[in-house]
Nanobody, 123 residues
Framework: QVQLVESGGGLVQAGGSLRLSCAAS????????MGWYRQAPGKQRELVAR?????????ADSVKGRFTISRDTDKNTDYLHLQMDNLHPEDTAVYYC???????????????WGQGTQVTVSS
């Protein structure tokens, strides 16, 4: 079982900052990609940022220069963070942590999602 637990969402004024964190635990053999997605009301879920297996990062054009993604490991838990600065009202959405990895060496790549955390930016 793989569990992703997000934290750090909330209400902030435009121009403010928030830091999201995601704790990944459970039977994880290897991680290919960890990323943050978001979904605003009436819109499709979209990629915000991700960390690839070679530690390279990708960002949505709308957040480049404002958001920073990072990943670290402590004991048996992998953590994914998203530092969000200069937030805009259009950043308002539910943010989801995503992990693509294997539970064992010969197993398939699988897709895991957290429950989501609400970020609301007021104008």
């Amino acid at each position: 079982q793989v569990q992703l637990v997000e934290s750090g969402g909330g209400l902030v004024q435009a121009g403010g900052s928030l830091r999201l964190s995601c704790a990944a635990s459970g039977n994880i053999f290897s991680i290919d990609i960890m990323g943050w997605y978001r979904q605003a009301p009436g819109k499709q879920r979209e990629l915000v940022a991700r960390v690839n297996s070679d530690s390279s990062t990708n960002y949505a054009d709308s957040v480049k220069g404002r958001f920073t993604i990072s990943r670290d490991t402590d004991k048996n838990t992998d953590y994914l963070h998203l530092q969000m600065d200069n937030l805009h009202p259009e950043d308002t959405a539910v943010y989801y942590c995503n992990l693509i990895g294997k539970r064992w060496s010969w197993g398939p790549l699988q897709d895991y999602w957290g429950q989501g955390t609400q970020v609301t930016v007021s104008s």
